[in-house]
């Protein structure tokens, strides 16, 4: 199989962490050269499957994944508790779209940036999403379950992306139960074979 990567990009490090922990073996590619005759988005990650086939957007990616191999398991089978993980997948997300946009936009000129408005409410879903996660993590050592699934790689994503393009933004003051769970996953392989390149 191949993937179409940008090193940086939060959403392919979800699909890298899910491959990891799957280990299944996958090539990069950084060229998007040719990305828009697969995916007509033209976005990664974008993942060619062994029969040509291409599959988009990181949640179809990942939920491929999981039913391909079936060990470790990502998703549960059991309708309530897929949910929930799917839950904890789309608050990863959510987050990591409003630290992506608030990253993006701090890169054009000050004269065509949003205005603070835009900032701040930008800032209160990445602020809520956190707080939300505290709440459901609890003291708990997995977000969901008793072992580690797609809620723990949709948290720690989107907490690593806000530490590598927004880190003046304090998280771990005010979720001590995050910090706990981050210190662990930082010692994951999936985690440290994914890790992206500084700026």
Known sequence: MKLYASPRSPFVRKVRIALAEKKISCDLILDRKGITEVNPLSKV?????????ALY???????YLDGLVPKPQLIPEAFEARIEVKRWEALGDGVADATVAISHD?????????????????????????????????????????SFSLADIATGYALCYLDLVLPEVDWRTP?????????????????????????
């Open 57 to 63: 957007d990181s949640p179809v990616i990942v939920e």
């Open 175 to 199: 979720h001590p139960n995050l910090k706990r769970l981050m210190e662990r996953y930082a010692a994951r392989d999936s985690f440290k074979l994914t890790a992206p390149p500084a700026a």
């Open 106 to 146: 701090r890169v054009h000129p000050e004269a065509k940036r949003q205005d603070s408005a835009w900032y701040a409410k930008q800032q209160l879903k990445v602020d809520l999403g956190l707080a939300q996660m505290a709440r459901d993590l609890g003291d708990r050592t997995f977000c969901h379950g008793d």
């Open 45 to 53: 990650p974008t993942l060619i499957r062994d029969d040509g086939k």
